[in-house]
């Protein structure tokens, strides 16, 4: 039993900075972006409130994350001047799980783990 509780601890640990939905984890994402500030990328929660729900985010995802269709990456020079990055680390991290990923960034923008 004591094996147990402590494997689940450890488990807790290894997750307990990122969020995840299914199987897709947010760690990769917390390179550019957090809750409460600007870093490399926006801050997720001004996205979050952008796109309001995982459903729109995932459809932006969808059709090829496009820079036009990036609601921040569009109107804002700061964020479009970064947006080659965000390409590729979608290429290479979100094309494929769009609906785990943005389901993933919303619970981590709730949970405040991004």
């Not at 488990?11 to 984890?25: H, I, K, N, P, R």
């Not at 972006?33 to 490399?40: E, P």
């Amino acid at each position: 039993m004591k094996k147990i509780i402590t494997s689940l601890a450890v488990a807790g640990l290894m997750v307990a900075g990122s969020a995840m939905a299914g199987d897709y984890s947010t760690a990769s994402c917390k390179a550019c972006h957090a809750v409460g500030k600007d870093t490399v990328g926006p801050d997720w929660k001004v996205i979050a409130d952008q796109y309001g729900d995982a459903k729109t985010l995932a459809a932006v995802f969808k059709s090829g994350f496009k820079v036009e269709d990036r609601k921040l990456a569009a109107s804002n020079p700061k964020w479009k001047a970064q947006a080659a990055i965000m390409t590729g680390q979608y290429a290479s991290n979100i094309k494929g799980k769009e609906d785990a990923a943005a389901e993933a960034l919303f619970a981590a923008v709730k949970a405040g783990k991004i």
